[in-house]
Every structure is written in structure tokens, then in C-alpha cells.
T-cell receptor, first 113, second 111 residues
Framework: NAGVTQTPKFQVLKTGQSMTLQCAQDMNHNSMYWYRQDPGMGLRLIYYSASEGTTDKGEVPNGYNVSRLNKREFSLRLESAAPSQTSVYFC????????????FGQGTRLTVV | SQQGEEDPQALSIQEGENATMNCSYKTSINNLQWYRQNSGRGLVHLILIRSNEREKHSGRLRVTLDTSKKSSSLLITASRAADTASYFCATDGITGNQFYFGTGTSLTVIP
């Protein structure tokens, strides 16, 4: 099993450009998450989807949108990239509740110039 | 922010020594988890402790939880160079639908 797959692994954007980060999981998990990781800040939750068809804001949702396309896929979109969005982005998934562990993708390193 | 904090931010020890790192969090929880992140990789789950548990063991890992102090500790015994990584605690937040991560402890184990 692949687990959680994120694409792309690396991306450089110019300020104002848009892009979508893709995430797919093959573990039949209900919940999926998008985090950003910045030096000294740990991981901060951007958006999450507790189940197919639902999405909710996390700690730092501004500047982002998400789509839970189906049970497997959860995408993160930057409509107009800003240098402050330079970060490493991680997608994760988990079972029915947070009483189970989260599985993480390998991350997308995004640079906005 | 609902983020927790790990302490210390960085820790350097000799191989064979024990490593202890602490986590403080802000809200009531159902569970607390610890994760490891190797450089340039995603996070990997280590251990979960429920709010009604005080201590849990898994191999060389020992986790304690004190809900009255809103704190947890992770002890790695007989450390190895391969334990070099960043370690994060994660709590499940007020509504229990999300994972909130702390700021991490960077552990270096010197061979």
C-alpha cells in the first residue's frame, strides 16, 4: 500500500500564481488533514475533513481553500500565492476518530518568490 | 492557538543515554500522541495515551500523562543514533476532530 501520497514534492511559484496540492490515501480513512510546517512553529492545521463531503477550518485557513473530492482525495488550493505561504505542506489521514493514529504524506516543499 | 509546546527545543545526548522530552498543552483532551519526524520526511506515529491513562510503554518508549498539569513526557531509553529526529506531541483539541501538534523537540544522538 502507498499510504498517503502527495504531489508535487517540490514547487516554486511566483507571487499571485495559483496552484493545487493533491493528496490521496488508500487506507479507506474517513478523516483527512492539511498542515503547514514552518521552522520553529511546528505543524499548524490549515483545514481538515472529518468525513467525505465535509470540510472545516483549522488554525490557519486564510489564503487557502480545500476540496474533499471523494473519500480518497483531499486537495489544497492556493488561489493567489504569497511569500508568507512558503512552507512545507503535509497531508495526513486517520480513521474514524482521533483515537487512531494519523498517517502522513512525505510533504510538498513550496517556495513563493 | 491550540498548539502545545515541547521542551526542550533541542536535545543532544550520547548513544546509550536516555532522552526525555516534555509536552505541555492548553485544552482538555481525549488522547495525546507522540510522533517522530526524520529530516525531510513526514511524521510517523509512535504511541498514543488516553486521557484516563497515566503511563504507557512501547519498546524503548515510555510516555506519561498528567491531565491536571496538562503535560506529558516521552522517555526514550538506551538511545541509538537512529533515534536522531524531531519529536512532536499531538492532542485532539476541544471537539476531538483534529490533531494539534506542538512545536517539537529536535533530538540528536551522538554515536
Amino acid at each position: 500500500n502507498a499510504g498517503v501520497t502527495q504531489t508535487p514534492k517540490f514547487q516554486v511559484l511566483k507571487t499571485g500564481q495559483s496552484m493545487t496540492l493533491q493528496c490521496a490515501q488508500d487506507m479507506n480513512h474517513n478523516s483527512m488533514y492539511w498542515y503547514r510546517q514552518d521552522p520553529g512553529m511546528g505543524l499548524r492545521l490549515i483545514y481538515y475533513s472529518a468525513s467525505e463531503g465535509t470540510t472545516d477550518k483549522g488554525e490557519v485557513p486564510n489564503g487557502y481553500n480545500v476540496s474533499r473530492l471523494n473519500k480518497r482525495e483531499f486537495s489544497l488550493r492556493l488561489e493567489s500565492a504569497a511569500p508568507s505561504q512558503t512552507s512545507v505542506y503535509f497531508c495526513a489521514s486517520s480513521g474514524w476518530s482521533v483515537s487512531t493514529e494519523a498517517f502522513f504524506g512525505q510533504g510538498t516543499r513550496l517556495t513563493v518568490v | 492557538s491550540q498548539q502545545g509546546e515541547e521542551d526542550p527545543q533541542a536535545l543532544s545526548i550520547q548513544e546509550g543515554e536516555n532522552a526525555t522530552m516534555n509536552c505541555s498543552y492548553k485544552t482538555s483532551i481525549n488522547n495525546l500522541q507522540w510522533y517522530r519526524q526524520n529530516s525531510g520526511r513526514g511524521l510517523v506515529h509512535l504511541i498514543l495515551i488516553r486521557s484516563n491513562e497515566r503511563e504507557k510503554h512501547s519498546g524503548r518508549l515510555r510516555v506519561t500523562l498528567d491531565t491536571s498539569k496538562k503535560s506529558s513526557s516521552l522517555l526514550i531509553t538506551a538511545s541509538r543514533a537512529a533515534d536522531t529526529a524531531s519529536y512532536f506531541c499531538a492532542t485532539d483539541g476541544i471537539t476531538g476532530n483534529q490533531f494539534y501538534f506542538g512545536t517539537g523537540t529536535s533530538l540528536t544522538v551522538i554515536p
